[in-house]
């Protein structure tokens, strides 16, 4: 992960999968002294980014988002290199900002609480160990290693319609009234519980509040309008949002659920050639319009072509010209592109026996006994791949748990400024 702008900072590390189900774009990401939000795709470089060849997948990402979606990628990504830690692995990766962006000093005589654009808190990067990075109090304790850490800010806001925001933590200290000149707030804890009730926000102009109040039903009444604020993408709604904000301690689980489409890699053609020229027929398929000769030199400058190599360049543009003419001819049969469970479904109950690069099954033989009468067949999968793709999120509650009508309805947060490519 890497902070967007002015200059990229590697700040910490994530699983691919970890960025589609649990910090995709618009989750925290609790590191171990930074608090980060994934930002949208705008601020994200394609260039590193692997297209993934998945048709049937790209056809219900284009019916869920557009036909503008034009391709599918992975994130980006080098392999990361010790030997040159300044190379460009050390600047490639997922952009990340700072949220939430208020801060507190980790000194139990300060607990200053304040956001980090205040001037208060300044950035100490770790170039060999990312996860180090973090920000500290400069005016507390003394100069060098001894200022204290500033952590994240514990709570924020979020709204069922995907919005989230900082803590208005001015606004609820005082009341809803207008804040007193030049007052400083402390965020403090009684007890060991760390329960919201033993959690308190003051200002000294001796004005106290218990996080208890920002809860449940007390919060509708003591916390502001949602400003429909998408800080992954820097936006605010133009009409605002009618929604409560409800406040959420940092991480929480349900402050993201990921708006997924997931497809099962199963095979188009009977032959391993055959399957990966359709795998990965959207870059192939531009050779196909171009003569021979020309068309099998540029094969090799394919992003796909280590993968389909082994075969030989003779094969290859043998397939590729089969799979053209298939396609012209109308033969391809075009319900499977809308339809993601029955391809599937055929796939498992008319297993094929040879071994195709991402899909192997066997039928077996024999079914266990006193099942024949509903039981008709067993098939063993070898090797199989799911590939998912995310076209949204949603705080505070699961796509899948709200009623159909509603989940239709609400779309959840987008993933770009604009209708994402």
Known sequence: MTSPAPQALRVGELRPSQLLHTYGIGAVTDLPNLSTMVMGLDDWDPIRARV??????????RRRLGTQVAVLRTPPHLPENPADPYGDWTRTGVPVGLFPRWLRCSRERCNQLAPASSGLFQLRPNLYRPEKTKYVHTNCGGGGKGQPTAWPARFLVACPDGHMDDFPWVYFVHGGTAPCEGGTLTLTESGTTGEAANVFVRCTC??????????GQAGERNLPACRGHHPHLGTFAQNGCGEHARTMALGATNSWFASQLRVFSIPRADEPLDQAVREHWALLFPSAAVPADAAKMLLATQACWPELEQYGTDAV???ITKEARTLNTGQEDEADEFDLSTPEWKAFTQ????ALPNF???RERQVPEGTT???DSVVLVHRLRKVSALTGFTPIEAPEWLPEEESQTRGGAPLSRTDPT
């Open 52 to 61: 993934l060849s998945e048709d049937r997948l790209l056809a219900a990402v």
């Open 351 to 354: 297993p094929r026996d040879q």
């Open 373 to 375: 009468d509903w039981l």
């Open 317 to 319: 543009w043998t397939a």
């Open 206 to 215: 001796d004005r106290v509040r218990s996080m208890a109040d920002a809860l």
């Open 360 to 362: 192997t099954t066997v």
